[in-house]
């Protein structure tokens, strides 16, 4: 979706911040839970040496992601008491999970043994959060995970091959039709820089690209995407989700890009939030926006 010159893919290095974003920077307090350093007698031990707490029953305890994406909301300590994750801040978080195992393997054994729409309490030690995020001290961690729910962002859905009758038609050629309303409001402006995430597929049922996927969501000047996604996303407030069925008028056709599909080209797209350069003059639309919606 974005016109040449542009580069939205990110280094690989930069992962393990992005699936821990928040963690390692200052992020507001919570309060602390206790016992910090170990779980108590009545928490329930694993083989992995981890051990957990249910503070909220999900409606299937026999229910656990297996998709490759998984979305979780999450706050954690360290030992010595400071709030390392605070989902009130950051949101739920869309990571894969294959990136999570990599990085942050305790973790990603917290939520993959966690029921979906369940929330539990781990005490994890310093090695099981091994290797952790950036700056993060040699200390025991608890950690409140709600799983929200798994998804694969590669399955097509099954509307892609054509425009359904139901969707919304613009004098230009888009089509769209909302998944989902957030709580409305401001819509952004032309020269606004946006947080979104999106999986694009080509009508045959190929994705091509998704923020998804690479577990991060894209913070992009509106005025340097396709046509589609400019008038697209001036549609949408924040928290809304919706599909595009953009035309090759609207997308890469007037100016083809090596490597990006020609013609009709189908994208689901969140908007988490957006602001002007000069309030995110560094592309992090998170420090300029407070209001971010904190679901997603």
């Known amino acids: 979706m974005i016109r040449p010159g542009f580069r939205v893919w990110l280094p690989a290095a930069l992962v393990l911040m992005l699936l821990c974003a928040g963690a390692g920077a200052q992020v507001a307090s919570l309060p602390a839970p206790a016992p910090l350093d170990a779980p108590p007698p009545k928490a ?41 994750f605070n989902s009130r801040e950051t949101g739920t978080t869309t990571a894969p999970i294959r990136e999570l195992v990599r990085f942050q393997p305790g973790l990603a054994r917290a939520l993959l043994t ?7 309490r781990w005490w994890l030690s310093s090695a ?14 608890v950690l409140d995970v709600t799983v929200v729910g798994g998804s694969d962002p590669t399955k097509a859905p099954p509307d892609v091959a054509a425009v359904p009758e ?10 769209y039709k909302v998944l989902a309303s957030g709580p409305g409001g401001a819509r952004p402006s032309p020269g606004d820089i946006v947080l979104v995430h999106y999986t694009g597929w080509t009508p045959d049922g190929r994705v091509f690209d998704s923020s ?11 005025d340097r995407v396709i046509p589609g996604w400019q008038e697209g996303l001036q549609l949408m407030a924040r928290g809304d989700r ?17 490597g990006a599909p020609l013609g009709m080209l189908v994208f689901d797209i969140t908007l988490y939030g957006f602001a002007s350069p000069a309030q995110a003059p560094d592309g992090d639309v998170t420090k300029a926006d407070p209001d971010v919606l904190p679901e997603g």
């Open 44 to 84: 329930t031990g694993t083989a992995t040496g981890m051990a957990y707490l249910v503070l909220k029953a999900g409606p299937d305890p026999s229910a656990f992601v297996r998709e490759p994406v998984i979305e979780y909301r999450l706050d954690g300590w360290s030992a010595d008491g400071v709030t390392r």
């Open 128 to 141: 099981a959060m091994a290797p952790g995020y950036p700056g993060m001290p040699a200390l025991a961690h």
């Open 242 to 258: 919706f599909r595009f069925w953009v035309p090759g008028a609207l997308a890469y056709d007037p100016a083809p890009v090596p």
């Open 114 to 120: 966690t029921p979906v729409g369940e929330t539990r």
């Open 212 to 222: 998804v996927t690479r577990g991060s969501r894209a913070s992009l000047p509106l």
């Open 166 to 175: 139901e969707a919304t038609r613009t004098p230009s050629g888009l089509a």
